[in-house]
């Protein structure tokens, strides 16, 4: 019963399901991101991150095979259900840190992003503290009310990208020239370092279980791909 009550209060339609995971990875180390990927692929920097959005399609190409499967479950029911009891744990601790390592990062960047900007006036550890006192209620007190949230953020931040491109009128076909400038070696390594682009949205494994409607598989996978792929190769080339 708590299970089923559990279930319902999380229940997540489609269109909120891909906000939150689009929007976990677009997040504030997307503003340092053009200048990194930039460093390694100069004017072809736009291209690569294009290139590098191969990772997401093929994440979810292959997950639909398990998600056929199980969609009612977790990576982490998932891992103890086909690998056993003690290799699933040692996969799900894995899992469990990277995404605890991702999120410091992610964590780190906006609460410096914030030091500099709304919060110029307190510490350190008064920033942490509001932050995560905020996401705190946000997560277990109101977890529609996040949901909600994200969308909206998500609309907001691809229309502020969508503003940046009146830059162009400034700029010269000249500054992305010329095209396939580097060596193709480069072009396989500057890909490699382009994932980290997209990662974040790996999180939804957790959160399957509480789409509401299972079969919009497909639709999420196009759709997330689609917008992570434009929104940040649109940032590269606007960089």
């Not at 279930?7 to 399901?17: A, P």
């Not at 009612?72 to 840190?97: H, R, V």
Request: aromatic share 16%.
């Amino acid at each position: 019963m708590v299970k089923i009550m559990i279930k319902r209060n999380l229940e997540i339609t489609t269109n909120q399901f891909i906000c939150m995971i689009v929007g976990y990875s677009i997040v504030a180390s997307q503003l340092k991101y053009p200048a990194i990927m930039n460093s390694f692929a100069a004017q072809d920097g736009w291209i690569i991150t294009i290139l590098s959005g191969i990772y997401p399609i093929l994440f979810f190409y292959l997950y639909s095979v398990v998600y056929k499967e199980y969609p009612d479950k977790d990576i982490l029911d998932i891992n103890k259900t086909l690998l056993g009891k003690f290799i699933g744990t040692i996969f799900n601790i894995i899992f469990a840190l990277s995404l605890l390592g991702y999120s410091i990062r992610e964590f780190s960047g906006f609460s410096i992003l914030l030091m500099n900007t709304l919060l110029a006036y307190y510490t350190n550890s008064q920033i942490i503290f509001i932050i995560l006192i905020a996401s705190s209620i946000a997560t277990f007190f109101s977890f529609r009310a996040a949901l909600k949230l994200s969308q909206l953020s998500l609309y907001l931040t691809v229309l502020l990208i969508l503003i940046l491109g009146i830059t162009l009128k400034d700029g010269s076909i000249l500054n992305i020239m010329p095209i396939f400038s580097i060596e193709p070696k480069d072009i396989i390594k500057s890909t490699y370092h382009g994932i980290y682009a997209y990662s974040g949205f790996e999180i939804m494994l957790l959160y399957f279980p509480y789409l509401k409607n299972k079969r919009d598989y497909k639709k999420i996978a196009i759709s997330t791909c689609l917008l992570l792929i434009l929104i940040v190769s649109w940032l590269v080339f606007l960089a």
